[in-house]
């Protein structure tokens, strides 16, 4: 018999759990862009030799800023929105410019092309919607010197056990309260924290941390979870600097 961690770990880890990642959704992008050159491939090849100068400019521009885009998901930052709106910009560019400046006896190939173009705004949008109600989880629980994490609603294990957990954390102490059972502990009591953000290949995100010498940790792979779980981590960090270290 599976153990209900396994089925929790197997239906998170499913393949449609990991698609929610907003890293997969912007890749959808560059899946639908390959595809609308694959097929307009003579129309493609006209626009590198007749437009050739304008073409590299704005490919490598676009290949530039959309790279930054996952620099700026893994960062967490505020930056990856303004990535993916110029990505967006480039590619309206891009559709405008062979919609009403290029001229060429392939006319379905340019037809085809044009609403590839567009097709590949919708998943940068998403994605953009993604990033955005992640960096403001964030943004409400980081630079408060009091910080409560409401998490019962999250699979939260304590040595393997699952509870309904919430934290109150403070300069010098903090409260926790597990499954309506409250107890107060001073911040050198939290030790071995680790933290992994989901990552693009699949992996799950997870944060751990030990109250004394209880386990505390928790795994998920939607983007929205990552804005919580990163600013606990950097709230635990931030009250305990020694919280890193590893205990026992």
Not at 32 to 42: D, G, Q, R, T
Not at 136 to 161: G, P, Q
Not at 198 to 205: E, H, V, Y
Request: hydrophobic share 50%; aromatic share 16%.
């Amino acid at each position: 018999m599976m153990s209900k961690r396994k089925k929790d770990e197997r239906k998170v880890n499913s393949a449609f759990a990991k698609f929610r990642s907003m890293i997969w959704i912007n890749l959808i992008t560059l899946i639908i862009l390959l595809i609308a050159i694959l097929i307009a491939n003579k129309l493609v090849a006209e626009l590198f030799s007749q437009y050739r100068i304008v073409t590299w400019v704005v490919l490598s521009f676009f290949v530039l800023v959309y790279n930054f885009g996952f620099f700026g998901m893994y960062k967490m930052a505020k930056q990856f929105i303004l990535y993916n709106l110029l990505s967006l910009f480039i590619i309206m560019t891009m559709a405008v410019m062979i919609t009403f400046f290029v001229k060429t006896n392939y006319h379905n190939e340019k037809i085809f092309l044009i609403v590839g173009l567009f097709l590949s705004l919708v998943p940068l949008i998403v994605s953009s919607f993604f990033q955005f109600k992640r960096v403001r989880e964030i943004y409400k629980y980081i630079a408060f010197n009091e910080t409560l994490y409401e998490l019962e609603s999250r699979k939260f294990l304590k040595n393997d056990k699952e509870i309904k957990l919430k934290l109150f954390l403070k300069p010098g102490h903090f409260y926790i309260e597990e499954n309506g059972v409250r107890r107060k502990f001073s911040v050198s009591n939290l030790s071995t924290l680790k933290y992994n953000c989901a990552t693009i290949f699949g992996s799950l995100g997870k944060i751990s941390f030990k109250i004394d010498n209880d386990l505390y940790e928790y795994k998920y792979s939607s983007a929205f979870e990552d804005g919580v779980m990163f600013s606990l981590a950097y709230n635990i960090a931030r009250i305990n600097k020694n919280a890193l270290n590893e205990k026992g």
